[in-house]
């Protein structure tokens, strides 16, 4: 028996959870059991590829692929002419920094994980694509193509079978509220949401981590119109004809297709605040369906890389600095709406680099890999 064919019959019973034992409450957890290590050495392998490693972004997928066990025989690190010939540190050897070519995808890659800007995704990724690769692609550029699946694992991971060479990883403030609203949306409906957000920085790239940096000296902003520093900036992204800003409207219109539902009614205004990691959410939500607080409670509870923190009397709810780092997405706050019928008020905080970005990204890659492995997405 070929090891191929030996990993393929382990894996119906053990690789849905191989792949996904980090895939639970603590992505972060390393998980020393050797017989899925071994297990894993027999699996077939597949290579992947980085593109921006150097970024904020694509320095946190590296992070998050250290954390977990991908049966991965290579990986590719790829930045634009700026960085070639640079190393990183990655998996504890030194890897070289390979400009992005149209040449870079005629090697055998499986997976390219994209976070490199808009434009480039737009120029490299139909090349990769064209050349079998997978992109999972970050930038804002693929979201909306009605051919390219928008994906959050824990809420509609069955979308990646569609698939046609790429898949995009949403807005990070899009991905925290879907991983809050689905199980709402499964256990009662959903009719209308009114999302208020408190952005961090670092949503904004280095840029906008130097601007609350300096403006915390007295120095003048270079990325934001404003000082952000002992300030709330109502302005994410540019405006648009309708007087909402594009992230506004990301965050309408991806939160539709992710959901499947274009009756939905949605708003949303979206604001910068001066904290360098972590976005947190006020969601007001109306159900299609009543509801008992407590039960609501228990469904947020018992949801999918969700965790419940809420206890006001001892004042335990999400916070940036408690999300910081983590994989999860943190609800609480959770109470009646008493202004409307069967309306519930959440308040939700995830990191946007991780779960807002990178995390969600790998997580796709797992999900694919697993959806390989047992023969639901041909490859
Ligand atoms: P580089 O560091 O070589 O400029 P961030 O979003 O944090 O600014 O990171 C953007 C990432 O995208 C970086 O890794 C950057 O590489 C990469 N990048 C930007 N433009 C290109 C390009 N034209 N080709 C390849 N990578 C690019």
């Known amino acids: 028996m070929c090891l191929y064919a030996k990993a393929k019959l382990s894996t119906r019973g053990g690789l849905a959870f191989l792949l996904f034992v980090n895939h639970t409450k603590d992505l972060n957890k390393k998980v020393s059991v050797s017989a899925q290590e071994m297990e894993l050495e027999n699996m077939k392998k597949y290579n992947i590829a980085v593109v921006g490693a150097t970024g904020m972004v694509g320095r946190t997928f590296l992070k998050v692929l250290e954390e977990i066990n991908l049966p991965v025989e290579n990986y590719y690190l790829m930045a634009s002419a700026r960085s070639a010939g640079k190393t990183i540190k990655f998996m504890g050897k030194d890897y070289v920094i390979e400009e992005l070519t149209e040449q870079s995808f005629d090697k055998d890659i499986d997976i390219a994980l994209f976070s490199a800007g808009g434009s480039t995704s737009e120029k490299f990724s139909p090349i990769a694509a064209s050349k079998g690769v997978v992109v999972i692609d970050?930038?804002?550029?693929?979201?909306?193509?009605?051919?390219?699946?928008?994906?959050?694992?824990?809420?509609?991971?069955?979308?990646?079978?569609?698939?046609?060479?790429?898949?995009?990883?949403?807005?990070?403030?899009?991905?925290?509220?879907?991983?809050?609203?689905?199980?709402?949306?499964?256990?009662?409906?959903?009719?209308?949401?009114?999302y208020s957000t408190y952005q961090a920085v670092s949503g904004a790239g280095m840029g906008g981590y130097s601007d609350l940096e300096n403006g915390i000296k007295g120095e003048a902003p270079k990325k934001f119109n404003h000082p952000i520093f002992n300030n709330c900036l109502p302005q994410i992204d540019v405006f648009l004809d309708n007087g909402y800003t594009k992230e506004e409207?990301?965050?309408?219109?991806?939160?539709?297709?992710?959901?499947?539902?274009?009756?939905?009614?949605?708003?949303a205004t979206t604001v910068r605040v001066p904290v360098f990691d972590c976005h947190s959410e006020s969601i007001n939500v109306e159900l299609k369906k009543p509801f008992d607080v407590e039960e609501l409670k228990k469904v947020l509870?018992?949801?999918?890389?969700?965790?419940?923190?809420?206890?006001?009397?001892?004042?335990?709810?999400?916070?940036?600095?408690?999300?910081?780092?983590?994989?999860?997405?943190?609800?609480?706050?959770?109470?009646?709406?008493?202004?409307?019928?069967?309306?519930v008020n959440l308040w939700v905080v995830a990191d946007n680099i991780r779960k807002g970005a990178a995390t969600n990204a790998v997580q796709i890659a797992q999900k694919l890999i697993e959806m390989w492995e047992n023969g639901e997405v041909t490859r």
């Open 301 to 343: 509870a018992d949801a999918p890389g969700l965790v419940l923190q809420d206890d006001p009397a001892n004042a335990v709810y999400p916070m940036a600095i408690t999300a910081k780092g983590k994989n999860e997405t943190f609800v609480g706050r959770i109470r009646r709406d008493e202004s409307i019928e069967n309306g």
């Open 249 to 267: 409207m990301k965050m309408v219109n991806e939160t539709k297709k992710i959901l499947g539902d274009d009756s939905l009614r949605i708003t």
């Open 138 to 194: 970050n930038s804002s550029a693929w979201r909306m193509d009605p051919k390219v699946p928008l994906v959050v694992p824990e809420v509609n991971p069955e979308d990646i079978k569609w698939h046609n060479g790429i898949i995009a990883n949403p807005n990070c403030s899009t991905i925290q509220a879907m991983v809050a609203l689905r199980p709402l949306q499964l256990a009662y409906g959903i009719s209308r949401i009114i």
